[in-house]
């Protein structure tokens, strides 16, 4: 299986601050026939299911503010919210989804206000 | 409106069965390939299995610690998915996820999920 590590596991940003998850895998992600990462990131705040924010490591799913962004390609990856805002409180996890025999999710990065 | 509705889930003896119902609205749900997504209690999200639509041969595929146990079907006259779930044990307690794969083969539509707890 591929493993997905993400760093750090908990973080704390001032609000308006720009706030940086990363997620590594331990293979490639990158389909080299259509030049996609098949990583995907999502948010999910207590007491409510997963919510997709990212796809082919930075494409934004509709409806999902601009401030969310995503870059990185091959085994590393980030997610970036440019200024942080309360309603972003949340767990997220990145999952990639190249392997379809087996998908896999990091272990969660837990981002709160400073 | 697209819908995900899971039921079933309660409370199980290790070693007894379950099966979880998942009922789709608002989308061709037989074209959708669809999976199952558990977190147990405080944890992160484990990829349980995935049902392929049947016109892509409506195959399955399960995670390691679930092979063997666990079964996904689906009636697409029903728009329903299914999760059967036997030889429970302890670590299995988890709410469970019903979801679909976009396009993008992300997951993007979720359900509420539905609590299994495996206890004596």
């Known amino acids: 299986d591929i493993v997905m590590t993400q760093s750090p596991d908990s973080l704390a940003v001032s609000l308006g601050e720009r706030a940086t998850i990363n997620c590594k895998s331990s293979q490639s992600v990158l389909y080299s026939s259509n030049n996609k990462n098949y990583l995907a990131w999502y948010q999910q705040k207590p007491g409510q299911p997963p919510k997709l924010l990212i796809y082919?490591?930075?494409t934004r799913e509709s409806g999902v503010p601009d401030r969310f962004s995503g870059s990185g390609s091959g085994t590393d990856f980030t997610l970036t919210i440019s200024s942080l805002q309360a309603e972003d409180v949340a767990v997220y996890y990145c999952?990639?989804?190249?392997?379809?025999?087996?998908?896999?999710f990091g272990q969660g990065t837990k981002l709160e206000i400073k | 409106e697209v819908q995900l509705v899971e039921s079933g889930g309660g409370l199980v003896k290790p070693g007894g069965s379950l099966r979880l119902s998942c009922a789709a609205s608002?989308?061709?749900?037989?074209?959708?390939?669809m999976s199952w997504v558990r977190q147990a209690p405080g944890k992160g999200l484990e990829w349980v299995g995935r049902i392929k639509s049947k016109t892509d041969g409506g195959t399955t595929d399960y995670a390691a610690p679930v092979k063997g146990r666990f079964t996904i079907s689906r009636d697409d006259s029903k728009n329903t998915l299914y999760l059967q779930m036997n030889s429970l044990k302890t670590e299995d307690t988890a709410v469970y996820y019903c979801?679909?794969?976009?396009?993008?083969?992300?997951?993007?539509?979720w359900g509420q999920g539905t609590m299994v707890t495996v206890s004596s």
């Open positions: 999952q990639q989804y190249y392997s379809t025999l087996s998908y896999t």
């Open positions: 082919w490591a930075s």
């Open positions: 979801t679909t794969e976009s396009l993008s083969s992300a997951f993007d539509i």
């Open positions: 608002g989308f061709t749900f037989s074209n959708a390939w």
